[in-house]
């Protein structure tokens, strides 16, 4: 199956700071990835949509003024965390939808734990 | 907008007994339906998936079962090995557009030894 790989796999950082999370997909192009959030024991939390060379959709309750997404290119996307705060400690997670494919597949990276501190 | 409900949220077996995890969903245009497999502190993995057009696919011990009528999709897991112990989530979704997925809440499947 497609692969998709994410960097770094576990952050800690101290409140106030900034984190960029890359997603990429290694053997296929993508034109949507999804950056997701999770918290312990529940479902994934869809936070924004990315799609290449275009503007984020963001989920309501988002801030996209702290959760900045780009997408420049069909292989990466990244998220960066502005300021960030405990509250924001997560399981960070994206998935790519692959282009070639005849239906709606997602594959998903294997996620980045954020700590702050 | 969409949305999926899905039952149990933990199961236990005991190994070599099947498992079977149900989920449902709201709306009706939905036509793409993936579960995922999730270990502790890793990314989901797309373990089957099934369209609307078909009823029923199998993969070796795993097949997925769909009832459009009543809106409901279930994972059967035969065989069950203490490797399969996970999180599994289903999602729905539209086949070709820039839709979203719709996550289950996730089932934690424990196999006993």
């Known amino acids: 199956g497609a692969v998709v790989s994410q960097h770094p796999s576990r952050v800690i950082c101290k409140s106030g700071t900034s984190v960029k999370i890359e997603c990429r997909s290694l053997?296929?192009?993508?034109?949507?990835m999804f950056w997701y959030r999770q918290f312990p024991k529940q479902s994934l939390m869809l936070m924004a949509t990315?799609?290449?060379?275009?503007?984020?959709?963001?989920e309501q309750g988002v801030e996209k003024d702290k959760f900045l997404i780009n997408h420049a290119s069909l292989t990466l996307s990244t998220l960066t965390v502005t300021s960030a705060h405990p509250e924001d400690s997560s399981f960070y997670i994206c998935?790519?939808?692959?282009?070639?494919?005849?239906?709606?597949?997602?594959?998903f990276g294997p996620g980045t734990r954020l700590t702050v501190l | 907008g969409e949305n999926v409900e899905q039952h149990p949220s933990t199961l236990s077996v005991q190994e070599g007994d099947s498992a079977v995890i149900k989920c449902t969903y709201s709306?009706?245009?939905?036509?793409?339906f993936p579960w995922y497999k999730q270990e502790l502190g890793k990314g989901p993995q797309l373990i089957i998936d099934?369209?609307?057009?078909?009823g029923e696919k199998k993969d070796q011990r795993i097949a997925v079962t769909l009832n459009k009528t009543a809106k409901h999709f279930s994972l059967h897991i035969t065989e069950t090995q203490p490797e399969d112990s996970a999180v599994y989530f289903c999602?729905?979704?539209?086949?070709?557009?820039?839709?979203?997925?719709?996550f289950g809440t996730g089932t934690s499947l424990t196999v006993i030894p």
């Open positions: 998935s790519a939808r692959n282009l070639d494919g005849s239906y709606n597949e997602q594959f």
């Open positions: 053997d296929f192009q993508a034109t949507t």
């Open positions: 990315s799609n290449e060379g275009s503007k984020a959709t963001y």
């Open positions: 709306d009706s245009a939905s036509n793409y």
């Open positions: 099934i369209r609307s057009n078909v």
């Open positions: 999602a729905a979704s539209i086949r070709n557009t820039g839709n979203q997925f719709y």
